[in-house]
């Protein structure tokens, strides 16, 4: 099954990513920018200088005031999409597996991108980032997309604060950073999110959340195993441990919501249990940036 | 079941194999489940800020691993019995109770099979480690397996095993199984299958293994037949049943004699009730009763047992009673005669009986003259005479419309004779003799007078049989039968029913055959334990087990193994105890108090 079926590929159609101005790219797209030059859309007027552009006098106010102004447009430019896609070991958790979500969001982000002339690029990370990807700005590359997606699994730990050091380290433009992850380690996102903010880039998080990770129903004798490091572990839970996990899980949560606040960041949560319509609506609601 | 038998090693095997069990399923109930998580980190955290403070996490399963073990251990020391069997090994005697209550069922289990599938386990544990022997506690004790260390002699020994009608004598039994333990030179031990105890102090140690619970049962309590005093030749049968039941229940009561039946009734009876019931206005020489109880119902119960639902009695023949009868013609004399079922009657005329010789009327048991005197010259020892015309009994006048104003009704002539309003035309009034016995008095006349002597027994009535309504009355046959049978003595005694356990006697050769009309082995009549009737030669002989008909308890109810050492189950109150802290440690636990 591919990951954007036709269905979601429709609701798609309407939505767009409401980037931050000042994280657009430089060549024209489907975003506004912060410089006012040579778009279509007026802006605003400026008094002539020496040196402007003679194309962009209004002609009809000097007529009118005798004064020499400029027309300014808006410019229209594209803007760099960077979907951080978090493959460690614990998003294989849940059912369905948080990972699945997570890569028919990631595909989404992507088919967004593209048809707003964004380049869209879809990293993978776990405790290492993944390779770089080619920014998706046709069908053909999305459908590429697509098929590495569905070979990517879900392995390996997490340490997110290095992944954004890679990021940082190979330079990447400033843009929207989506990070689609499930938040199960204990460590690094606060200065991964800290780091993103100072690099200049729109930061969205939409975690991936599951029952078995927010409100585990088990008792007894168990063996937990990690699903990111192997590591296991003999605990007898009761209902006491149970909901002093839960507090565990909340509080760390509550935390990585604030540094993402602290970041510029938006916060957006979906669960592997709701349909993909209703995430899409989701994370493409306006009040999380997008545009329906 | 008990361990009581197996040497201290044994138990220590079967303890060490009950830990071993409770070990595994503690080790079970630790197995942990395997389960993915996203972090364990969470986990950890979380265990860490939830650490109980007074108990450890570590410390709670295993006391509740030593608490389940106590438990175990405790339960095997109770069932073992530790008190029972301390430095005793050796000879073991089962006394096996045979006794009716044996065959009482529940749930279609007999406490007898019951009893010997206990003998079969013990018997089989025993013999590892000594010799062991059986009694059998019928009505009379005996060895039905001597002591032997081969535990297939058992099944040879029970091969003919049947239970006894009558009650089991356990204290002889025991009695026996002591003897046995004694003869044997070493320490043993007397083991009790019964379904009672019974307090009897034995050198040997003994337990109780009890087996049964109690039962309702319907029973036949008392069963007679007997003459019937009120009515000649005639016969009654009277059945006594009770209800040994806290429930109402009904059975359908049968009384044949032979083919014949005499009584079918069907009867209810509240819990307890005794219901007396008798059929009569049967006439036979003799008669076998066999009485019957089937299609027995009891609410929300079972009859229990089947040895009380039947009992016999037995009517012996008649002595036959020749009678020779002197009369001009006397239809109502003649009538009275002919109603004495063992009376062979013959009748000649006054003439006649001057022609015969005294030795010919020595032939007949009672010579009855009917207005005729005996002859000169003849005599005989049993003579009935009424209203002879001349003797040395008789006054000079008759009494004309004599009123009878005394009757010695203990007399046996007299003894079920009504006699009141009696109308009489003329009588002879007979002159008394010391020694006289006046059976019937008008005043101070003799009407019917009653004579032993040496010579033999005379019975005189004065009354003329064709100017009363003597004859014409029921007690008229009743009166000539009593006569007939005190004049002739003939026995007209109704033995009961033996008791299960007399012995049966029977003359050298004479073949006695049993309920089943098999015949019976010599040895088993010294003392019958099987209730019926039984035949020896043309003698018919009830056994009946009526008189131990009883209430079906158990002495030992619950099926406890009951030693004779009193010592309280303290072993079974803290296994109890402990139990209960088991519930507590796993109420808590899934409650979250625990860790």
Request: charged share 25%; net charge neutral.
């Amino acid at each position: 099954m591919a990951l954007l079926d036709s269905k979601a590929r429709r609701i798609l159609d309407r939505m767009r990513l409401r980037i931050r101005s000042n994280a657009t790219a430089i060549r024209a797209g489907g975003h506004r920018s912060p410089v006012k030059a040579a778009g279509i859309e007026l802006a605003d007027h400026r008094p002539y200088v020496s040196g402007d552009d003679v194309r962009h006098l209004d002609w009809k106010a000097f007529a009118r005031h005798g004064q020499l102004v400029l027309r300014q447009f808006e410019e229209e430019k594209d803007a760099f999409v960077h979907v951080l896609l978090d493959v460690t070991g614990s998003m294989s958790c849940g059912t369905p597996p948080k990972i699945e979500l997570a890569k028919r969001l990631a595909a989404g982000f992507a088919y967004v991108g593209m048809r707003e002339h964004d380049r869209a690029q879809v990293i993978p990370f776990a405790d290492e980032l993944g390779g770089p990807a080619l920014a998706v700005r046709n069908s053909h590359e999305l459908a590429a997309l697509e098929h590495a997606l569905e070979k990517t699994d879900a392995s390996g730990p997490t340490a997110f604060a290095h992944a954004v050091e890679r990021l940082a380290a190979r330079g990447v433009p400033r843009g929207l950073v989506i990070v689609l992850t499930d938040l199960m380690a204990p460590e690094g996102w606060e200065p991964g999110f800290r780091r993103l903010g100072l690099m200049g880039h729109d930061l969205w998080l939409v975690r991936v959340s599951c029952k078995d990770d927010e409100a585990p129903s088990v008792q007894g004798e168990v063996e937990l195993h990690d699903a990111e490091t192997s590591e296991r572990v003999r605990l007898r839970v009761d209902r006491a441990l149970l909901e002093r996990y839960r507090r565990e899980i909340r509080a760390h949560v509550d935390r990585c919501r604030e540094a993402c606040r602290r970041a510029g960041g938006r916060w957006i949560e979906v669960d592997v249990e709701e349909s993909f319509d209703v995430v899409l609506k989701k994370v493409f609601a306006p009040s999380n940036g997008g545009v329906a | 079941m008990s361990f009581a038998a197996l040497s201290g090693a044994a138990l220590a095997a079967i303890a060490g194999a009950i830990a071993c069990v409770v070990l595994a399923l503690y080790l079970l109930r630790r197995t942990p489940k395997p389960r993915l998580v996203s972090n364990v980190s969470f986990w950890l955290r979380a265990a860490e800020t939830s650490r109980p403070r007074v108990l450890r996490s570590i410390r709670i399963p295993w006391l509740a691993f030593l608490v389940s073990l106590l438990i175990a251990l405790l339960f095997v020391a109770e069932l073992g019995d530790p008190r029972f069997g301390r430095s005793v090994r050796g000879t073991t005697v089962i006394v096996l109770a045979a006794g009716r209550s044996m065959g009482a069922s529940h749930r279609g289990e007999t406490r007898i099979e019951q009893a010997i599938r206990e003998v079969r386990s013990w018997v089989d544990r025993t013999t590892i480690g000594g010799q062991v022997a059986v009694v059998r506690a019928g009505m009379r004790p005996e060895t039905l397996l001597g002591l032997t260390e081969d535990p297939t002699d058992l099944e040879r020994a029970l091969r003919d095993f049947t239970l006894d009608d009558g009650p089991s004598d356990l204290e002889s039994a025991l009695r026996l199984a002591d003897r046995i333990v004694a003869s044997s030179g070493g320490a043993g031990q007397v083991l009790l299958v019964a379904d009672r105890d019974v307090e009897f102090e034995t050198e040997a140690t003994r337990v109780l293994i009890p087996v049964g619970v109690p039962g309702d049962t319907l029973a036949i309590v008392d069963f007679t037949a007997r003459r019937d005093p009120l009515a000649a030749g005639e016969y009654v049968a009277e059945v006594v049943l009770q209800s040994f039941s806290e429930r109402e229940a009904s059975a359908r009561l049968r009384v044949l004699d032979g083919d014949v039946q005499l009584l079918n009734r069907r009867l209810t009876l509240h819990p307890g009730q005794v219901v007396r019931l008798s059929a009569q206005g049967f006439s036979s020489e003799r008669a076998e009763l066999e009485a019957r109880l089937s299609e027995i119902a009891i609410v929300g119960s079972e009859d229990a047992l089947a040895a009380d639902d039947v009992a016999y009695a037995v009517l012996p023949p008649l002595e036959p009673l020749r009678v020779l009868l002197v009369t001009p013609g006397n239809d109502y004399l003649e009538a009275a005669l002919a109603v004495h079922p063992n009376a062979i009657v013959e009748r000649i005329s006054q003439s006649e009986l001057a022609r015969r010789e005294e030795a010919s009327l020595h032939a007949y048991d009672v010579l009855v003259l009917d207005r005729t005197k005996l002859p000169t010259g003849l005599a005989h020892r049993a003579v009935l005479l009424f209203s002879p015309p001349s003797h040395e009994f008789v006054t000079a006048e008759e009494a004309r419309s004599p009123r009878i104003t005394a009757s010695m009704a203990s007399h046996p002539v007299l003894r079920g004779v009504r006699l009141d309003n009696l109308r009489i035309g003329r009588a002879l009034r007979f002159e008394v003799q010391a020694g006289d016995q006046v059976l019937i008095r008008s005043g101070a006349d003799a009407l019917a007078i009653a004579r032993e002597s040496d010579e033999g027994r005379r019975l005189v009535f004065g009354i003329h049989l064709d100017e009363t309504d003597l004859v014409e009355r029921e007690a008229f046959p009743l009166l000539v039968h009593r006569a007939l049978g005190w004049a002739a003595h003939s026995r007209d005694d109704m033995p009961l029913p033996r008791r299960l356990g007399e012995p049966l006697r029977a003359a050298p050769g004479e073949i006695v055959l049993g309920p089943t009309g098999e015949p019976e082995s010599p040895s088993g009549l010294s003392s019958v334990r099987r209730q019926g009737i039984y035949h020896v030669g043309e003698r018919a002989v009830a056994f009946s087990g009526v008189e131990h008909a009883e209430a079906l308890g158990a002495g030992t109810t619950g099926g406890r193994l009951r030693s004779s050492a009193p010592l309280p189950p303290l072993s079974l109150l803290l296994a109890g105890l402990l139990l209960a802290l088991i519930v507590l440690e796993w109420a808590l636990l899934h409650r979250g108090r625990l860790q």
